[in-house]
């Protein structure tokens, strides 16, 4: 059974970093994807950033690209969501989650179709 955790999240003033990590376990097939999502009070939950473990392949929305970095170190199977510049309008609930296969131009459909989640965790960004 797969299974994520993510941790992390905080309290932190505009303009500061984080560091989100999604521990991952329970893969016995690959390629796999991982991705970071999140949710704001009362909006709908939106991809921030994929990684595919087939070719390191990565996915950012253009409201976190260069200021967000997501990488992967396949001995501690850990995703990390480096956050930098972070903005008010990023307070949310992060979740990391999981799907077979590469990352292709269809994965918000299949994360949200047949992809594993993990718990969230909370980033406020204070102005």
């Known amino acids: 059974e797969v299974q994520l955790q993510a941790s992390g999240g905080g309290l932190v003033q505009a303009g500061g970093s984080l560091r989100l990590s999604c521990a991952a376990s329970?893969?016995?097939?690959?390629?796999?994807?991982i991705g970071w999502f999140r949710q704001a009070p009362e909006k709908e939950r939106e991809p921030v950033s994929c990684?595919?473990?087939?070719?390191?392949?990565?996915y950012y929305a253009d409201s976190v690209k260069g200021r967000f970095t997501v990488s992967s170190d396949n001995a501690k199977n850990t995703v990390y969501l480096q956050m930098n510049s972070l903005k008010p309008e990023d307070t949310a609930v992060y979740y990391c989650?999981?799907?077979?296969?590469?990352?292709?131009?269809?994965?918000?459909?299949?994360?949200?179709?047949?992809?594993?989640w993990g718990q969230g965790t909370q980033v406020t960004v204070s102005s």
């Open positions: 989650a999981a799907i077979g296969g590469s990352l292709t131009q269809d994965f918000k459909w299949r994360f949200e179709q047949g992809g594993w």
């Open positions: 329970g893969f016995t097939f690959e390629p796999y994807t």
């Open positions: 990684i595919s473990s087939s070719d390191g392949s990565t």
